[in-house]
């Protein structure tokens, strides 16, 4: 049966959230805790993870790092020891909004290390353990950003966009072999991250409606996850477009008329 076909179920073994303290990661935790899954919960702070495993007896913190490989290691073999992973939610991630004029490698490359090397990182442990039970569910937090490159956010896009790509290449060795994975891409929603913004940001959502759309979705066969719709379509429809016009059409969307001219 294609891994596509998977749907996690508490019955078959335990969840795991990266990204848990916070935003996403922590109302997905609350709700797979209360749909009755025991629910491993991994982030850097080990206070709040110790806050959000007081609301379920159903939650079990995990701190760890997810730019440390080896803690990585650690957590899933402590995970594997003690039951089968039927559900992964690799949803650690860092937003930094950065236009060309204030280009930053160093804070850059940070994003990639947290966004696209936190996930490999978890990937590295969890796949052989999927593959040898010839099933299970990883799904991975992109986003719609990854579509195509988005103002202001210049290596958050990168890191989203690499994303999706590394789900797509590594779903033609898993589903074969009865492992799903999924992509979750979610628009715009209201955290500690983008709560920087300095525009208004469409379709906005809040964390719990984001939780209940990702279970949704889980609970469906299929790749993607994807949401709002209008706003998922809207972006879909810009892949379409030649770079010139994509590019001239957004700057328009947005109100990026002010270029002058450099000085010669």
């Known amino acids: ?18 990204g848990a303290s916070s935003g996403i990661g922590r109302a997905l935790t609350l709700r797979l805790a209360a749909q009755g899954w025991t629910v491993y919960a991994t982030a850097r702070s080990s206070e709040k993870l110790a806050e959000l495993a007081a609301q379920s ?3 079990r913190p995990m701190p760890g790092d997810v730019t ?45 290390a947290v966004n696209q090397g936190g996930v490999a990182n978890c990937l590295e442990p969890l796949l052989p ?25 210049a290596p958050y896009s ?28 979610p628009g715009f929603v209201e955290t500690e991250a983008t709560g920087v913004n300095d525009f208004e940001m469409p379709f906005l959502m809040q964390p719990d409606e984001v939780a209940q759309r990702i279970t949704s979705g889980l ?4 790749f993607e996850i994807a949401f709002p ?16 016009s994509y590019f001239w059409l957004v700057r328009k969307a947005i109100g990026w008329d002010d270029v002058e001219a450099p000085q010669r």
Request: proline share 6%; glycine share 8%.
């Open 57 to 59: 007896p159903r939650i």
């Open 229 to 244: 719709l209008r706003f998922v379509l809207i972006l879909k429809a810009l892949r379409l477009l030649r770079p010139r």
């Open 158 to 185: 990168g890191t989203k966009a690499a994303l999706i790509a590394m789900a797509e290449a590594l779903a033609f060795d898993l589903a074969p072999r009865g492992v799903r994975i999924c992509v979750i891409n």
């Open 129 to 153: 353990h999927l593959l040898a039970r010839g099933t299970g569910c990883v799904a991975i937090t992109a986003s719609v950003a990854g579509y195509r490159g988005l103002p202001r956010a």
């Open 68 to 112: 440390d490989l080896e803690r990585m290691r650690e957590i899933v073999t402590a995970i594997t020891d003690q039951h089968p992973l039927a559900l992964s939610v690799l949803n650690a991630g860092i937003y930094t909004p950065m236009r060309a004029q204030e280009f930053d490698a160093a804070e850059a490359g940070r994003m990639f």
């Open 1 to 18: 049966m294609s891994g596509f076909s998977y749907i996690p179920d508490p019955a078959d073994g335990a969840a795991w959230v990266t």
């Open 219 to 222: 609970a469906r066969p299929g």
